[in-house]
């Protein structure tokens, strides 16, 4: 809610037209540049200000926090609501794995693919045709090719218990991987390209593209802990 709300004070700065010009007594002037650096500002205004330079003072920072605690909270949802366990019943190990993983995903890779590579791409088209073709492009590419491979990696990492080598999790998380290729893309086309669609749009900044992922993603945390959260160790 607090980053949806950062949104819409963004934007509602943005379409504000300035100001018109005053003509004011010399006095008058004075006194507002003395209490200019001291602005009266509402808590709320105040808050999302705060989180706002803050995101764009250190967006990767933040957008590895936010999505590793968008997959954290995501699996516990998962565990606890759609599987109905108890909390005693859960596996704090799954819940870890999606919070690391997320945390991976969101201070790096995804900054660089959703604000640095992917808004360049695709700039000879009209508007609508280039954000539905980077959208196409994340779910065909990137998450098949990237995300899902780091997934199994970091996922079998997690849960090694000692009983294999360690020297055998990448070819097992591999060969998951492998497994999963045609579902997963499915999977990921049908959940993330409406949400890619709204994230390449002009409505959200690139500084709180990752905030915003986070926000709006949690449909896809909730269908990517069904799916694959449960350790399956064949």
Request: aromatic share 14%; hydrophobic share 45%.
């Amino acid at each position: 809610l607090l980053l949806l709300l950062l949104l819409l004070l963004h934007l509602r700065l943005r379409l504000l037209p300035p100001p018109p010009p005053r003509h004011e007594h010399p006095g008058i002037r004075r006194r507002r540049r003395h209490h200019a650096s001291h602005p009266r500002l509402p808590l709320p205004s105040m808050v999302l200000s705060r989180m706002s330079a803050v995101a764009r003072r250190f967006p990767m920072l933040v957008g590895g926090c936010t999505l590793g605690t968008r997959y954290l909270i995501g699996d516990g949802i998962t565990q606890t609501v759609i599987e109905g366990k108890k909390w005693k019943d859960c596996s704090l190990r799954r819940s870890v794995c999606f919070g690391i993983f997320g945390s991976i995903i969101g201070a790096g890779p995804l900054y660089w693919w959703f604000v640095t590579f992917l808004p360049k791409q695709y700039t000879f088209l009209p508007k609508w045709p280039a954000i539905f073709a980077r959208s196409l492009t994340d779910a065909w590419v990137f998450m098949p090719f990237f995300y899902f491979p780091v997934f199994y990696q970091v996922k079998e990492l997690v849960f090694w218990d000692g009983t294999r080598s360690i020297k055998e999790i990448p070819a097992i998380a591999a060969q998951k991987y492998r497994d999963g290729f045609v579902a997963d893309t499915v999977s990921a086309t049908k959940v993330c390209t409406p949400i890619n669609m709204i994230l390449f749009s002009h409505l959200v900044p690139g500084y709180l593209r990752i905030p915003a992922l986070s926000a709006f993603g949690m449909v896809w945390v909730l269908t990517l802990s069904v799916r694959r959260g449960a350790y399956n160790p064949e």
